[in-house]
C-alpha cells in the first residue's frame, strides 16, 4: 500500500459525495470546500480528507505533502482539444488581424486543411513528441484529463496516425486520455467539391478500420455551416455507433445549424461550442436532461474560441440559468485557440460569459468530466476517485482564480497520487 498524506490545506475545494455526476442550473453555484484540511492519498486514489492535521496513523512508508496553507482543487478535466497537430498557424493569425474571417481563411485553403497539409508531412514520432510538449504543458497548468481529437488526417491513413499517437500519449503520460475520431472535421483536399464521395470514406473505410483498431472512444462531426449538414452528420454517427464510438458533436459555432438537435437525438455525451445557440436549443437539451437526468447531452462553451476569433461567446448564462449543466473546455488548438489553460478559460467564463467563479470552475472538473466520460474517477475530490489534484499558493478564496487572470498560482499537480515533474512521458 502506498500512501500520501497532504496536510495544512488551507481550503480543500471540490468536495462532492459519490455518485454525483454533474451540477444543474443553480447547483452549480456551490463548490463545497473545507477550512483548515487534509487529504489522505492511497495506491493512486483518495481515500479520505477532513478537517484538522490527519490521521492518527499512517504507514511508516507514507510521503507527507504540506500544502502551505494554499488551496487544493481536483485538477482541471479539459473535454475539447485538438493538441495533437504538426505546426503552429501564426500566418492565420495575422489573416484575422487584417479582416478576414475563419470561414474565408479556410476558403482560401488555411485553416483545418492548411493543418492536414502539414501533418501529412511530418513522421509519427515527431508529431508525438511535438504533442506531448503540449501535454506536459497542461499538465502544468493543472489538468488531469483530456479529450483528445484526430481530425487533421482527413484520408484514412492520417486519421489513423494521428489516433496511434492519441493512444501512445495516453499509454505513456500519467494524463488521463480519452480519445475521438473526428474524420469529419472538413472534407479532405482530395474530394474538394465531393463532399458526399468524402462523407462516403469517413463511413465506410474510416469508421470501420478505427473500430477494428479500437483506437477511438468517441465520434465527432463538425457540423455546422459550410462543413458537414446535420443528415451527414447523422450517417457518421450511426456508422460509428457500430463500433461502440459514442458521440460528441461540434455544433452551432458558426451559425443556427441544427448541430444541438442531431446531437439530442443520437444520445450525445456533448455538444460543443454554441456560440450561435438559439432558445429552441437550450429547450431541446433541457428535454434531454428531463428524460435521462445526470446523462443528457452535456451543452459545452469553448470561450477561449470566441476570444481568440473576436466572436461571440457561447450563453453559457442562460444555460445555468435554463436549469441545465454547463461544461467549459479548451478547444486547444493551432488555428482557432492556441492555448490549453484552463485557469484563462475560467476567467474568460467569468468575465466574458457572467459565470460566477464557483459555476465556471464546476463547469471545468466535475460538468467537464462528465463531458467526457470520465466524471466517476476525476472531477471532484470524493472518496475512491482517482487522487489528480493540484495545490496552489496561499489564496484568499475561489474568486481569486479567475480574477487573477495572468498570475500562476498552481505549485504543485498531482496525477494518481504522484507529484507530477517535467518531460513526463518523454522517454517511453
Known amino acids: 500500500m502506498k500512501q500520501l498524506l497532504v496536510k495544512n490545506i488551507g481550503m480543500l475545494a471540490g468536495v462532492q459525495p459519490a455518485g ?92 483545418i486543411l492548411n493543418s492536414a497539409d502539414r501533418l501529412h508531412d511530418m513522421s509519427e514520432d515527431e508529431l508525438y513528441h511535438r504533442s506531448m510538449q503540449r501535454v506536459d504543458e497542461i499538465i502544468a497548468k493543472g489538468t488531469g484529463a483530456v479529450e483528445i481529437k484526430s481530425g487533421y488526417g482527413l484520408n484514412t491513413d492520417d486519421e489513423l496516425k494521428m489516433l496511434r499517437v492519441i493512444r501512445r500519449i495516453r499509454q505513456t503520460s500519467p494524463i488521463t486520455v480519452r480519445s475521438t475520431f473526428l474524420g469529419a472535421h472538413a472534407v479532405g483536399r482530395a474530394f474538394t467539391g465531393r463532399q458526399k464521395e468524402y462523407v462516403d470514406v469517413v463511413v ?52 443556427d445549424s441544427g448541430g444541438v438537435e442531431v446531437a439530442v437525438a443520437h444520445g450525445a455525451l456533448s455538444v460543443d461550442h454554441l456560440e450561435s445557440m438559439t432558445d429552441r436549443d437550450i429547450a431541446l437539451l ?107 499558493q496561499p489564496i484568499p478564496s475561489l474568486a481569486y482564480i479567475p480574477y487573477a487572470y495572468t498570475q500562476p498560482i498552481i505549485d504543485r499537480v498531482f496525477l494518481n497520487g504522484e507529484e507530477a515533474g517535467p518531460g513526463l512521458g518523454h522517454s517511453a
Request: aromatic share 8%; net charge negative; hydrophobic share 40%.
Open 20 to 111: 454525483v455526476k454533474c451540477l444543474c442550473g443553480s447547483d452549480m453555484k456551490h463548490m463545497e470546500a473545507i477550512r483548515g484540511a487534509w487529504m489522505l492519498v492511497e495506491d493512486g486514489r483518495i481515500k479520505d480528507f477532513g478537517q484538522g492535521d490527519g490521521p492518527d496513523h499512517l504507514a511508516e512508508s507514507a510521503t507527507v505533502v504540506d500544502a502551505g496553507g494554499g488551496t487544493v482543487l481536483p485538477t482541471f478535466c479539459d473535454s475539447h482539444t485538438h493538441l495533437v497537430y504538426a505546426d503552429s498557424r501564426e500566418q492565420e493569425f495575422v489573416d484575422k488581424i487584417q479582416g478576414l474571417s475563419y470561414a474565408e481563411i479556410a476558403r482560401r485553403g488555411g485553416g
Open 204 to 255: 465506410n473505410e474510416m469508421i470501420p478500420e478505427v473500430g477494428r483498431q479500437q483506437l477511438a472512444d468517441f465520434v465527432d462531426v463538425f457540423c455546422d455551416e459550410g462543413f458537414f449538414t446535420p443528415d451527414e452528420t447523422a450517417r457518421i454517427l450511426e456508422a460509428a455507433a457500430r463500433y461502440g464510438m459514442k458521440p460528441k458533436i461540434h455544433g452551432q459555432e458558426l451559425a
Open 286 to 392: 433541457r428535454q434531454a436532461h428531463r428524460e435521462r437526468p445526470g446523462e443528457g447531452t452535456m451543452p459545452t462553451a469553448l470561450p477561449g474560441t470566441s476570444f481568440f476569433l473576436n466572436m461571440p461567446f457561447a450563453p453559457g448564462r442562460r444555460i445555468i440559468e435554463a436549469g441545465l449543466p454547463l461544461a467549459i473546455a479548451s478547444d486547444y488548438n493551432p488555428g482557432s485557440t492556441p492555448s490549453g489553460d484552463m485557469k484563462f478559460a475560467v476567467s474568460l467564463a467569468c468575465i466574458k460569459m457572467r459565470l460566477l467563479p464557483e459555476e465556471a470552475l464546476n463547469a471545468t472538473t466535475l460538468n467537464s468530466a462528465a463531458a467526457m466520460g470520465v466524471a466517476h474517477l476525476h472531477g471532484s475530490i470524493t472518496r475512491g476517485k482517482v487522487a489528480s489534484f493540484f495545490i496552489t
